[in-house]
């Protein structure tokens, strides 16, 4: 995948004429702006990988070693769920999508919603007030969007810090309960 990921370069470059270098290169070099531009952004991208990261490591070792299907599809399902949310905040999915980003936000909360409900139990163990803190921070940062001119006509640019703090606290949020729950699938797993 690496391979295919370096070599698809070659004919995109060709496509819109441009260097390697500007699809090799940091944003922050290619557009000339300080290198800590966009840094919360970049940490919540972190926050996104390490929760699928570890829910896709979880299944592996679940997938090898244990019979309870539930805990597997569990990870598998947010897993691929949080990767895609990590794909769209790094590459800006949902600022242009075709339909517009409310029919996109929809969807995803329709998966996550499924998801919730498919795997309600995996959300009542010692970890639940992270997963209930990632909610709340979500639903903040997604009203503050839904209604950003409302709430910068009373607050001012502060809004975008309340924004994307929120939606970064509720991606370490749900990659720390990620974690927490995925070690502890995995000591039961082990000691089983």
Not at 91 to 118: C, D, Q, R, S, V
Not at 149 to 177: M, N, P, S, T
Request: a neutral charge; hydrophobic letters at 55%.
């Amino acid at each position: 995948m690496s391979l295919i990921a370096v070599l698809l370069i070659v004919p995109a470059a060709a496509y819109i004429s441009r260097d390697y270098g500007f699809f090799t290169r940091d944003p922050t070099q290619i557009g000339n702006i300080p290198r800590y531009a966009g840094f919360l952004s970049s940490l919540g991208v972190m926050a996104w990988t390490v929760g699928a990261a570890v829910s896709l490591f979880t299944g592996a070792v679940l997938a090898s070693r244990s019979r309870d299907v539930a805990d597997l599809r569990f990870f598998l399902f947010f897993g691929g769920f949080t990767a895609l949310l990590a794909w769209d905040d790094l590459f800006l999915i949902h600022e242009n999508f075709m339909l517009g980003e409310k029919p996109l936000f929809l969807a995803y909360g329709a998966i996550a919603l499924t998801g919730i409900i498919l795997f309600r139990e995996m959300f009542w163990g010692e970890s639940r007030g992270f997963a209930l803190a990632a909610a709340a921070a979500f639903l903040l940062s997604l009203s503050v969007d839904a209604g950003q001119r409302l709430v910068e006509a009373q607050i001012g640019d502060i809004r975008i810090l309340i924004e994307d703090g929120a939606k970064f606290i509720g991606a370490v949020c749900w990659a720390i309960f990620l974690c927490r729950i995925g070690a502890a699938s995995i000591t039961r797993c082990i000691h089983a």
